[in-house]
């Protein structure tokens, strides 16, 4: 027998589970860091890949933008902004220096969120904007997308002298990796672009999947995005299960964000086993705050899961599906494959807010059968979506074994955003 501990809000289920149970688990989360998170941090900036130092590129430069990610990322700003600032400061003391939260399509950072990411000094001290993708008046036209959409970025990350972003690499859904060129789109980019990035032909991608960035058609778009905006300096860190940093990369937006994703890579890749009832999580606060964010880790167990498997998925979601349509979308539609077969016919042009993630969740439910294990305020709202309801872990994994059998392949993916799990053929 083993326990596994499963992350639900800011807590954790344990659960034993014997011999005969797989577990689907990054490397990063056993890994050790040689030196503090501080340590880590200063040693990337003191040697970016690719580039000069930071306070070298902010010499001379008057106004300077750095961006920073929303309340719904785990990245360890309260450690990493003051550095960040400092390394500025030190090139350029009287820099005129603006934060600007990319919330990509989320909705805006409180200012208590903001206290509890950035710390109260930060908050306090220093100017910090709220990106709102719907505002078009708060961006800059800088051309075409090579998918063909309009690019408009936000004025105040395009309007300055140097443009420098902090953020963290993990496995990403449809991205590939986050971090990087993810903080201009989605992060700072208008809704209409980001709209034309996640339009239904790129989602439906076989290279739109997590861990893949060769060919991926999103991929291409941000990247191209970041160049156009004049990204000229990354900090990206790494994180374990605690949300503690085990490692860090500076530098250039490519190269230093392609060698932190390899090294992500190398520690997040695991073989899937083609479960009959695959387990898993949104690896807790903030990321499993709604269902929105949750069909994150779906795509995990998906790949761990067999054709048919079931999937049980283990979130919070305090703050209930995380989005308006896309959960009228489900709530009223007959079945999971009319959603997907409507879904697929948008074209480009007339994306809709929320289409990327109903496009995936439709796509999972209507190959598997998933329960979903959350706060009993969201049994309605789950139960309208096509999901069944589940109250624990036990009462799920026993619907499971009713509609898989007793002698079921389970897997656990205990972090579902951290892994890249190779599809069993």
Sequence with gaps: M????????????????????????SAAH??????????????????????????DLAKGKKRITLITSDHTRPVPSAITLPILLEEIRKGNPDADITILIATGFHRPTT???????????????????????????????LGTLPSGGKLLINKIAVDCDLLISE???????????????????????SQKTVFANHCSKFIASDYSRTGILKENPIHKDMEYAANKAGLAFILNVVIDADKKIINAFAGDKV?????GCEFVRKLSTVEGVNAD???????????????????????????????????????????????????????????????????????????????WEIQILARILVRHKVIFVTDP????????????YAENLDQA???????????SRIAFVPDGVSVIVNKKK
């Design 111 to 141: 200012k208590e969120e903001m206290i509890s990411k950035f710390g109260k000094e930060i908050v306090e001290n220093e100017k910090i904007v709220n990106h709102i993708s719907s505002k078009d008046e708060d961006m800059v036209d």
């Design 277 to 355: 009832i695959a387990i898993t999580t949104n690896g807790g606060y903030p990321l499993d705050q709604n269902v929105y964010q949750s069909v994150k880790s779906m795509t995990a167990a998906e790949a761990a899961a067999a054709d048919d498997g079931v999937i049980i998925e283990i979130s919070r979601c305090n703050d209930g599906h995380g989005g308006q349509s896309f959960y009228e979308t489900f709530r009223d539609a007959k079945s999971p494959k009319e959603v997907e077969d409507r879904v697929l016919q948008i074209p480009m042009e007339e994306t809709i807010a929320d289409q």
């Design 377 to 388: 305020s969201n049994k309605e709202l789950i139960e309208n979506m096509h999901m069944e």
């Design 167 to 189: 953020g963290f690499i993990e496995p990403h859904f449809f991205a590939g990796f986050s971090g990087g060129r993810k903080s201009i789109l989605p992060g700072v980019a």
């Design 397 to 407: 994994l026993a619907r499971a074994k009713e509609i898989k059998g007793e002698d």
């Design 2 to 25: 083993r326990s596994i501990r499963l992350p639900y809000g800011k807590e954790f289920i344990e659960k034993e589970v014997d011999d005969k149970v797989f577990v689907l688990e």
């Design 255 to 259: 190269t230093a964000h392609a060698t």
């Design 30 to 55: 056993t890994y050790k860091a040689a030196k503090s998170q501080e340590d880590l941090v200063k040693d990337a900036l003191e040697n970016p890949i690719d580039s000069e130092r930071l306070r």
